[in-house]
């Protein structure tokens, strides 16, 4: 997966990924961007006033550093990436995640810390280098089922999603292939994907949100307020099957940007917790409505839902 045509100078992929061209942001670990001339760096460690310069050059690099996390977080499912960015004689470490970037201060890439970085990746757990461990792979039964449910060519690629249910504590797993909707053109923020999915215990098609919620206080869960709405009796919202939190899927940026040895911010980061749920129904596209009665009829039910879900309470609903 390459649209942008993006190349990193240095691409790192895990040995047998079966990568069949030079850049495949969709199987790529980490990456390195090399810049010879340390005027390049979009950080400053030395001024008091902003820890980015304003520099052209600086603003070109956090561009091309930024749409290279977009493009790997936009084409896997990750908790989180890590990024490499040489300048001039030494080197930054970044760590990315759906609330912000951390970065290192600059240190000479030829003392031992990039090495150990690398060594340390090497053997580190693949959940704790951000790899999606809820996603797995359908067996070859799983895949024939699925796929005369979904209705979906002999090529597409099936994944298996696992989906927690805060109401009962249970897990059930679905089947889906490429998403119907993808918001995750930014590397911060709730980058929603939704699947149209096969459900093996019902034999159904139904329908998957993958998004990164904002856990604050007084925000409810989607699920949630769902729960409410149907024991309510609200019309013309969609059936709720199951969903929750994915375990030890949050982000971390926020936590690091109040130790003693950050740079102050001047905007507080918004934690966010990865979240799945499954409804009960597959919508069309309010576009290919068949007439304007049906166009209209749509919005008004979606309007009353709208409002009696909005009494009361802040909510995580989008």
């Not at 970037?101 to 280098?129: I, M, Q, S």
């Not at 995750?184 to 699947?195: K, V």
């Not at 609200?234 to 199951?242: E, G, H, S």
Request: glycine share 6%; aromatic share 12%; net charge neutral.
């Amino acid at each position: 997966m390459n649209p942008e045509l993006l190349k990193p100078d240095i691409s790192i992929y895990t040995r047998g990924c079966d990568r069949s061209r030079p850049t495949d942001f969709s199987l790529m670990e980490s990456h390195v961007e090399v810049k010879f001339d340390e005027s390049d760096d979009p950080f400053d460690d030395e001024s008091v006033h902003s820890f980015e310069h304003d520099r052209e050059a600086s603003k070109d690099t956090k561009g091309q550093i930024t749409s290279y996390a977009v493009a790997q977080l936009a084409g896997q499912f990750r908790t989180h990436i890590f990024t490499i960015l040489v300048c001039g004689g030494y080197a930054r470490i970044l760590r990315w995640d759906r609330s912000g970037a951390v970065v290192t201060a600059a240190f000479d890439y030829c003392n031992r810390y990039l090495g150990e970085f690398f060594w340390r990746y090497d053997r580190t757990p693949p959940d704790d280098r951000g790899m999606e461990l809820s996603i797995s792979k359908p067996s070859d039964t799983e895949v024939t089922l699925a796929r005369q449910y979904l209705r979906c060519s002999l090529q597409a690629l099936l994944l298996k999603f696992a989906v927690y249910n805060d109401m009962d504590g249970k897990t059930s797993y679905y089947i889906g292939s490429k998403p119907s909707f993808k918001g995750n053109a930014s590397p911060t923020g709730r980058a929603t994907r939704t699947f149209i999915i096969f459900d093996q215990q019902t034999r159904r098609v139904v329908f998957l949100k993958d998004t990164w919620r904002i856990d604050l206080p007084g925000v409810v869960k989607e699920g949630e307020r769902y729960k409410i709405l149907h024991e309510a009796k609200v019309p013309f919202i969609a059936p709720f099957l199951c969903g929750g939190d994915i375990f030890q899927h949050r982000t971390r940026t926020q936590d690091f940007s109040s130790e003693r040895w950050a740079r102050p911010i001047k905007n507080s980061l918004r934690p966010h917790q990865h979240y799945r749920l499954v409804l009960g129904i597959v919508g069309r596209d309010l576009t290919s409505f068949d007439s304007s009665w049906e166009m209209v009829g749509a919005i008004r039910d979606a309007l009353q839902g709208t409002l009696m879900n909005n009494v009361g309470g802040n909510h995580d609903v989008t």
